[in-house]
Each structure stands twice: as C-alpha cells, then as structure tokens.
C-alpha cells in the first residue's frame, strides 16, 4: 500500500504575533508543515488587532512501508476577545474531520454556550464545519467555554470520536478598579513617629488579573488640611506620616486625604478612594494653675475638714490620663498635717486636713504645690506649681483628763465622807484665761460626789461589792470636766473602782423546802449560799439547834456543805429545822428549812401532798357549786312565797318626823384613839428583821412614809402591802414577824357598859309601832313575846 498525505486545515491563533506554544514545538519535530497565508491561495485567512489566523496543512513525514492510519481530528484551543462588536455572527474556527474527503460529514456541537444554558451563544454549519459565534463574550461572566464536538458520515454507518474544543475569552480593560472601602478609617498619635504605617488602601480590579489590565497603582492626590503631612506607598497603599511634629490634635483633629487607585500600571481606568485620619491626643500640653497663690483657714481640732481647692487647666484631651490632674505637696507638709486629693471634675485639686491641727503648737502653714498628669508626657514641658497659705483658727477645746481611764481599788466597807481619788483635767487652751470645774454622771447608786472646784472624788453613801448592778467587782462612773467660756467643751474621764470584798454577809442555806422518805431515807444534800468573795466564804461549817438533834444529825461531806438525815423513822407530814450556818471566817446566820417526810423508801422520793391538794382543791369546787346552786333554790323560792302571799317590801325613807330619833352616817370612823394613830407603823422598818434570814444585800423595794393629800388611807395601805409582797429582802412568810407596839385601846371603853347581856325582859317595846313602817314588823316580834 502506497503512503498517504492527509491534509487537516485547523485555524491557529497567535498572541500579540507569536505562535501558541503547543504547535511550535510540533512544527520543530518536524511533524507539521507551516504554510503561511501567501503559500498558497487555497488558505484562508482573517486577522484582528491582536490575532492572526494561521492555515495550517498537516504532512506527515514520507514512510516507504505501508501505515494503516486511523481516522482522527484535532483541534486546538480557541481564544476569543470580550466586547467584540460584530456583526454577528461571527466566524471562529472551521472544523474538518480526517474522513471528510472521502466521505460527507454532518457536524454538531454540544455542551454549555451550545444545547445548554446560555443556549445558542455558540453554533456550527452542520456540512462545512464552519464554527460561529452569535454574540459578544464578558470574561468577567465566563473566562472559557468548553464545547464537545460530534462529527458523523451522512450515509454511512461512520461517527467520528467527540471532540473537546475549549474557547478562551481573552480579556480587555474594560473595569476600573474600585475601593475596597469607602471611606477607609484610621488614626494617629499627634507625636507619632515618621514612616510608621497609618492604614493601607485597597483597590479590587475584575480584569485578569495576569494582564496589565489589573495591576493596579496608588497616588496621594489631595489632603485636607494641605500641610504634606502623609506619604503613600503606590505600590501596596500604605499611608505613613511623612514628617514627626507637623500633627497638632489641639488645632486640626481630622485629615482626609484622596488616594487615586488607577490600573494598567498606574494609567489606565482609575477610581478615587477617601480617606480619613483621627489624631489622637499625646500629652503634649502640661496642666497650669489658674492662680499661683492661695490663701485658706481652717478651725483647729478637725480632721478631713476641706482646706483649700485649686484649679488647672490643660489643652489636651478632656477626661483622658493626658489631662486628667496629679497633684502632690513638695514643701511644707513634713509632719504630714494635710492630703491633696484630685476632685470629681479630674481639673481641681482639694488639700484636707489629715489630723487635727494644734493652734497652740501651728498658728499657719505654708505649702508648694506641684501639678502633673496621670500619664507621662509626651515630650518634656514644664511644670506649674502654686503657694497654698493655710490658717489656723483657734476654738475652745475641751478639757483632758490626765487619764482618759483611772482605776483605783477601794474596800466595800469604806467609811462614809472618806476621800477616793483625786481626778482632774487640764484645758489645752493656754491662750484663754478658763477655770474647770467638775461633776459625776452616770453614778446608778448615788455612792459617791465630787468637789465642783477640785474634782475630789469622796464617799458619799455605804458601798456594797455584791450589789446586783456590780459587775467583775468594779464600779464605774464618768467624771465631767468643764470650762467657763461662753459656750462651755466638756470633757469626760472613766473612773473605775474595784472593790474589795469584806465579810459582810453571812451566809444562808439555799434549800427552804426539801423532802424525804421515810423508809431507809437517803441523807438530803444541803448547799450554802454566801454573796461574799471567795476568801470570806467556804468552807461552810452548819450546826443544828440543840432541840432537832435528837432527831436529826448533821454530817460533813465534800460535795454539799453538809448532808442531813434523821436518827430515826419520823411521822409523815412537814417538819421544821432551825440550822445555825458559819462561813470561813465564822460569820453565821440562823437559817429554817423545812423537812416533808413522804410515804416512800429510799431515794425513790414520792409525795403525794401535791395530789391530795388538788383532789381538795377539786372537792372545793363542787361544794362551792352546789352551796351557790343552794342558794338560788332559797331564792327563787322566797320570790314565790312573796307573790303568793303578796308580801311588799318597803323601801326605807326618812321622813321629817323620824329626825329626832333616826340618824344616818356615811362614816366608818371609829374611837377617839383611832382618829390618832402613827403612819410610820405600817411602814418597813429597816432596824425590824427577822434573824433567821440573810440581810439583803441591797434593799431596793420602796416603801411610801405618808399618804397624799386626801387620799384614801385604804389605798396608801394596800400599795405598801404590794410592794412588801414583791420585795424579795423581807422576811418570808413561815418566819417570826416583829411589829411595832400598836396602841393600847379605845377610851370608849368596854361593849358591856351597853349592859347587853341583862335580860330585855324589862324593856317596853310597844313604843317601835310608833317608829313606822320600818319598825313595825320588829315591834310586833317583841310584842308577841310578851304577850307569851
């Protein structure tokens, strides 16, 4: 079989005059044949400003053996250009298949651009091949469409293999770029340093962006104020400042700038960016005093009372750490006598008084004060500084005690008017002529007075160590100090007295009541009570009565002061003891108690006095309902017979002829000695008591010596009779009472002389008719006797 030439025509396009990569180096293996638009007048040929269309005839290199060759096409990748005007269509590539000049091809296209969406933008003559395009491309919208390519004979039974054809949409400057932002923001110190980057603005170009089409420059074309105070980088778009200290917040606090972002290398389509630059506040400018002297006074003796306030100014910022004020005293402030602090509106400085002051020690002082930021500044700058002139005003201070607390120690039997303590003040006044006097206060017993002139403390009434109101033994009253001004200080000491114990209260037995068995009893457990301190009571010694111990014995035991028991079995029911109790230092007292001897044995105490009482007290009851239900059936029944027999009670009522005879008194008074009688003897006697109790260690109960004016001797009596019931110091009631002598008796004589118990048999009593209706049922009882 003899060799072959095909011939494949295929339409190559050249960029900018050079061939496509891909089919220059198969022309250099010499597998292609170049044949240019003047080889031959079968090419055609088309040329665009920047595209050649190349024919291009495939000879295969001569082979002397006989190759089968199949049948194939090849197609290279077609590029066309975005917003060509037309008209359209267009013609774009003419393909052949291999077998078309043996055969008669039908061809077709298929894929997006073709039978899909955007459908009909690419077609194809269906016998020539001829490839068309029906309207302009955007490369923005699509870069490349890929088609397939299908080619088949019309009458025989051939299909060649589908074909790939990639259409490239080459770009054209038809975008401008656009700010990425609008307006970019940034800021900047006032004293920031040169070339330090600010902010950088970006600009986006849709072009492609490996063409100059998208390359994109920067130009600072105004700024606002004009004093070349920025810089830009037209390469990447930074803004730096160009120079250090030409920024002023305090008169320009904003700068806006345009920036030109344009491509094609800085010119092509260009676009404006704003920008805009806050300044930010360095401390640049130093706080100033709005004067540099000031003058104040302040009263001595007060702490944080408000000397002074200065006032600053300052150009930076408001409210910020670059204007907010600092103050500090550098001179005059040693002793550290003042604070300065910074007031609520952050500008002015406030001195105070950080303890009292002494006008007596400091009439005036004198103090330099600085003024700085709570922030640095930014470069140096000078310090303000200001004179503060302060005053002392003098007041009437109060008078100090030597001793704010003063603590003696006294014995509780310390005799009346004897002296204590000496205690007195001083007045820190030295510039003023002032006498101090002195007085107690808070003295709750009313145990003792001091001398107004001296502030000697005496004895003024009876101490007592184991009063009720004693506490840890100490008494404590406030001494006042005093001076003669105008308006009088005051000043108050504690004077604390101890008081030591003496032995001035017996002791006393704390049972008054105990029960016992009367079977194998168990010895019943006596404790002592002594208010006296610890030296001046136990150990306890306690005797009975010569007259109780035949039947009861008194042991010694540690855990009581002593144990009682009986010597033998006794009769049930209440005894009485009379016990002799001693203290440590053999002060004693007779004390009573009261044994009830129960039906029981051994220490199992059961009494059953407590339930025979309530049994009684419950019988009591129903004796008293039914005596009272008595009484109203003797009632009810005198009503009966009275209105059964109609008898009528008359009403007493004196008549002028009953004078003579009837009197009535409204007066319970009684002989002629009960008119005269001593109020003193229903009063508590203090020399009056009992031996068998303890004295009280304070007696409290207030007893009334004289009735008020007018009033009822009845109540005076009772109101006496209710405090002695509430008052714990008297003697109880089982204890021997002694009363005062009461009186001898009436000068009325003896109810005898009324000769009473002679017989009435001698006493004519016809008379009482003629007394009246009151009398006349009394003469008739008498007037029937006699006639009996």
């Known amino acids: 079989m003899k060799g072959y030439t095909c011939v494949l025509s295929l339409v190559i396009f050249t960029i900018h005059g050079k061939l496509i990569p891909e089919y220059l180096e198969a022309i250099q293996q010499g597998q292609f044949m170049l044949a240019t638009r003047n080889s031959s007048s079968l090419w055609q040929n088309s040329t665009t400003p920047e595209t050649h269309n190349v024919w291009m005839r495939v000879i295969p290199r001569p082979y002397n053996g006989m190759i089968r060759r199949k049948r194939d096409w090849l197609i290279p990748p077609v590029s066309i250009s975005e917003n060509d005007r037309g008209p359209f269509p267009k013609q774009v590539v003419k393909m052949k298949s291999t077998a078309a000049d043996s055969m008669k091809m039908i061809y077709k296209i298929t894929g997006a651009g073709a039978d899909q969406p955007p459908e009909g933008l690419f077609k194809v003559d269906k016998y020539s091949g001829m490839f068309w395009v029906t309207k302009n491309l955007d490369r923005e919208e699509t870069e490349e469409y890929v088609l397939t390519t299908h080619a088949s004979a019309e009458d ?106 344009a491509d094609m290398d800085g010119h092509g389509l260009s676009s404006t960016c704003m920008v805009t630059i806050i300044i930010t506040d360095s401390n640049d400018h130093a706080p100033k005093f709005s004067k540099i002297t000031y003058a104040s006074t302040v009263q001595e003796n007060k702490a944080e009372e408000i000397v002074a306030r200065l006032v600053v100014t300052d150009r930076d910022e408001p409210l910020t750490a670059n204007s907010v004020a600092k103050f500090t005293i550098i001179k005059g402030n040693e002793e550290g006598f003042f604070n300065i602090s910074t007031g609520p509106s952050r500008m002015v400085g406030i001195i105070t008084t950080s303890k009292a002051l002494d006008f007596e020690q400091a009439k005036d002082f004198s103090l330099l004060v600085v003024v700085t930021n709570e922030a640095p500044f930014a470069v140096p700058l000078p310090t303000s500084t200001a004179t503060v002139t302060i005053t002392v005003q003098d007041v009437n201070e109060p008078p100090v005690f030597e001793s704010a607390e003063k603590r003696i120690i006294v014995y509780e039997d310390l005799v009346v008017g004897s002296t204590i303590q000496k205690y007195t003040a001083k007045d820190p006044d030295t510039a003023r002529e002032q006498k101090i006097r002195y007085k107690l206060l808070h003295d709750f017993a009313n145990w003792l007075e001091i001398t107004e002139d001296t502030g000697l403390i005496r004895v003024r009434s009876s101490l007592d160590r184991e009063a009720l109101f004693i506490r840890d033994d100490q008494y404590t009253v406030l001494v006042v100090a005093y001076d003669n001004d105008d308006e009088p200080a005051t ?298």
Not at 194 to 205: G, H, K, R, S
């Open 156 to 261: 025989q039974d051939y299909t060649e293999t589908p074909v790939q054809l990639t259409i490239k949409v080459l770009d054209q400057n038809d975008h401008k770029p656009f700010c990425s932002q609008n307006p970019f923001m940034g800021e900047v110190l006032e004293r920031a340093k040169q070339n330090v980057p600010l902010i950088q603005v970006t600009a986006e170009d849709l072009d492609d962006p490996k063409t100059l089409n998208a390359i994109v420059r920067y130009k600072l074309v105004r700024q606002d104020p004009n004093v070349g105070a920025f810089r830009i980088d037209p390469t990447n778009g930074v803004i730096s400042l160009a120079s250090m200290g030409i920024l002023d917040r305090e008169n320009h606090t904003v700068y806006t700038l345009d920036v030109e972002a």
């Open 491 to 788: 000043g108050t000491g504690t004077l604390v007295i101890k008081l030591l114990d003496v032995n001035d209260n017996a002791p006393v037995l704390e049972q008054r009541r105990v029960p016992i068995c009367s079977k194998e009893p168990k010895p019943i457990c006596l404790t002592v009570t002594d208010p006296d301190g610890p030296e001046n009571g136990p150990p306890f010694i306690i005797d009975l009565h010569k007259e109780y111990q035949r039947n009861w014995t008194i042991m010694s035991n540690s855990s009581c002061a002593a144990w009682l028991r009986p010597r033998g079995r006794l009769a049930l029911g209440e005894h009485s003891l009379l016990l002799r109790v001693y203290d440590s230092k053999m002060l004693f007292q007779d004390s009573s108690i009261i044994v009830e001897v129960c039906d029981c044995k051994g220490d199992d105490v059961t009494c059953s006095s407590g339930v025979y009482a309530a049994n009684i007290s419950t019988l009591s009851v129903y004796v008293l309902a039914a005596i009272l239900g008595f009484l109203v059936l003797l009632l009810l029944l005198f009503l009966y017979l009275r209105r059964k027999h109609g008898i009528k009670l008359e009403q007493f009522s004196q008549k002028q002829e009953d004078r003579d005879n009837i009197f009535c008194y409204n007066e319970e008074g009684g002989g002629e000695q009960d008119q005269d009688y001593d109020m003193m003897l229903l009063c508590w006697s203090p020399e009056i008591s009992s031996t068998d109790i303890a004295p009280p260690a304070l007696h409290t109960a207030f007893y009334r010596q004289h009735p008020e004016e007018n009033e009822d001797i009845g109540h005076f009596i009772n109101e006496n009779l209710c405090t002695a019931d509430d008052d714990h110091y008297v003697a109880p009631y089982d204890s021997m009472l002694v009363f005062a002598h009461e009186g001898e008796g009436s000068e009325a004589g003896s109810l005898s002389s009324l000769q009473s118990s002679i017989s009435d048999g001698d006493q004519d009593f016809q008379h009482l008719q003629n007394w009246g209706p009151q009398f006349r049922r009394l003469a008739d009882m008498y007037a029937v006797g006699e006639d009996e």
